[in-house]
């Protein structure tokens, strides 16, 4: 009877300390807010979407982030956003961008305080992955992570060309702008 | 005894705590996104502009948008070399489309042949869309009037001797369609467009002033820019006119391209209509694809955008 307890003991306390790590490990967005600007010679496009979609889990400081190009919102004209999604970005055949990687700063994200961090991942837009180190502000306080960061995608990197006839209203360089708050899950 | 299944209880608990160790925070995002998809999409662009090459396509000029659009059609090839192959005889239509709401366009417009003004609304009834509220298809209306000015023409066309008075009736026609239109992929569409004309005046008395035709048109996307389109009208064998001034009348057929660049449309095409409007193209349409009268033409669509800007 005691060989039994003992091995059931010991079985309850490893299912229990492991689970009760788990278990506070992961954020995820709750309000995800991502936008860009084209800043061209002719013309200046701005859109955004509420629907960035993120987990960072703090145990391995790794994360993911996804956002549905088909949720960006605001452009010059309907057509223009219809162009968007047809023509440049074919959401269609590539729906969502994504940035997945790892923190590489040790940061202990349990505790409150402010650091800017450097994530280094695979930025992933219109099917083309591209590997990227982007700077990041991030803030703790009272178990929420507030996430900031501004930093340029450009075309090329991502096989989309800019037609001659439109290279004065697109810029190559686009500025994102990332601005979300992230929970415990 | 107790011992075994004490065990097994005890492999049973720690296998399912030690996964946790491995998160794969990639797949329970992609589970968290896909439980948030609880929208519907509408399918946008079926079309690349609001008519496939005469005829009305399924898309509407989207609200607050004005769509400026130039069509040009020649000569007829068989006109040989002299002619340049009919580039020497030009007829033309300036037309202006706009998009009141999201459903409901309005346009206007004016052909050189016949020197015909005409009108039209077009109006979207159901629109194709993917998710919880799927709908297989989109359903547009389209009426649209037809005022004919070139007496001559019209006197030519429909036998009325110079002595007798022409009223202004006699100069206007109408034209009803029902568009059924399905995005099938993000290169091909198709749709079906079962049309009314009525036309006052008519050729023969034996005609009859309610021309009833079937219409099916289709485009297949070959870049991201570029598609062919063709369109094509079966007029109802006792519902149709037979002929017009000396001619026999046959059905349209239209093969073309679109190609699309930053805000303007421009279609090219290769048809047997004269006219660019319903009643003419398609109820009037003296060529024969077998004898060569082919006319080139195209069409330029320039979009402006006039009212407020969405958000």
């Not at chain 2, 000569?75 to 580039?87: A, D, I, K, P, V």
């Amino acid at each position: 009877m005691k060989r039994e307890k003992i091995i059931l003991y010991l079985a309850l306390a490893i299912t229990g300390f492991t689970a009760f790590k788990a278990a506070s490990t992961l954020f995820h967005a709750t309000e995800g807010k991502i936008s860009f600007r084209s800043d061209a010679p002719l013309e200046l496009i701005k859109a955004s979407s509420n629907s960035l979609a993120g987990i960072i889990d703090t145990s391995k400081n790794t994360f993911s982030f996804k956002v549905a190009i088909s949720s960006f919102e605001g452009f010059n004209s309907r057509t223009q956003r219809e162009h968007f999604n047809e023509n440049y970005m074919q959401t269609e055949k590539y729906p969502d961008a994504s940035f997945k990687g790892k923190i590489i700063e040790d940061l202990d994200l349990s505790k409150d305080g402010t650091a800017s961090v450097r994530a280094k991942g695979i930025l992933n837009i219109h099917g083309v992955d591209n590997e990227r180190i982007i700077k990041a502000d991030l803030t703790v306080k009272n178990k929420v992570i507030t996430l900031r960061s501004n930093f340029v995608v450009l075309l090329s990197d991502h096989n989309i060309p800019i037609p001659k006839v439109v290279y004065q209203k697109l810029a190559n360089e686009i500025k994102v702008e990332v601005n979300t708050t992230l929970q415990p899950r | 005894m107790r011992l075994i299944p004490l065990t097994l209880l005890a492999i049973l608990l720690t296998s399912a705590a030690l996964p946790q160790d491995t998160l794969d925070i990639d797949k329970i995002l992609d589970e968290e996104m896909n439980q948030k998809k609880d929208k519907t999409e509408l399918v946008e662009a079926t079309f690349k502009t609001s008519r496939i090459i005469h005829g009305h396509s399924i898309e509407n000029t989207a609200k607050g948008i004005l769509d400026f659009k130039i069509s040009h059609r020649f000569g007829t090839l068989n006109n040989g070399f002299y002619q340049l192959f009919g580039l020497d005889n030009a007829t033309m239509r300036m037309g202006l489309d706009y998009g009141i709401t999201n459903r409901l366009m309005i346009g206007w417009g004016r052909s050189t042949y016949q020197k015909q003004y005409d009108g039209f609304l077009k109006y979207r009834i159901l629109r194709q869309a993917n998710g919880v509220k799927a709908m297989p298809i989109s359903l547009s209306f389209m009426a649209a009037m037809f005022f004919a000015t070139d007496t001559s023409s019209l006197r030519n066309n429909y036998n009325i001797p110079t002595g007798v008075k022409m009223n202004t009736s006699d100069k206007l026609s109408y034209a009803y369609q029902l568009i059924i239109a399905r995005k099938f992929s993000t290169d091909f569409s198709m749709q079906i467009m079962p049309t009314l004309v009525h036309s006052n005046v008519v050729p023969y008395s034996t005609d009859p002033n309610d021309l009833f035709s079937i219409g099916i048109g289709g485009r297949l996307k070959l870049t991201k820019r570029v598609s062919i389109n063709a369109e094509y009208y079966y007029n109802i064998p006792g519902r149709k006119l037979e002929k017009m001034a000396g001619e026999e009348l046959h059905n349209p057929l239209s093969f073309g391209f679109d190609i699309e660049t930053g805000g303007h449309v421009f279609q090219l095409h290769f048809t047997n209509s004269r006219g660019m409007t319903e009643r003419q193209f398609i109820t009037e349409t003296p060529g024969s694809w077998g004898k060569g009268d082919i006319h080139f033409g195209f069409n330029v669509s320039r979009v402006f955008q006039i009212g407020k800007r969405k958000s």
